[in-house]
């Protein structure tokens, strides 16, 4: 009983989602297609990161500016 509880438990933990944001200094330069990354930089307004969807080979990607709360999001730097 005690292993099918702590299984339950596990999985559960597993499978919850990550609460913060990344938020890059810039855009990288490869994306999976549908994968996102936030980016912080001058193209947006103060207040709003640049939301960078990937595509499928040949589309470009979408980008939007959006708002993220402060304590969703974190400061990071982007790897080439």
Do not use: N
Not at 67 to 76: I, M, P
């Amino acid at each position: 009983m005690r292993i099918l509880v702590s299984a339950v438990g596990l999985s559960c933990f597993l499978c919850l989602p990550c609460s913060a944001q990344t938020i890059l200094k810039s855009e990288p330069l490869m994306l999976a297609p549908y994968e996102v990354a936030f980016v912080k930089d001058a193209s947006c307004p103060s207040g709003k990161v640049l939301k960078v969807t990937g595509a499928i080979r040949g589309l470009h990607r979408r980008k939007a500016c959006v708002a993220l709360a402060g304590e969703q999001a974190s400061l990071a730097t982007a790897t080439p």
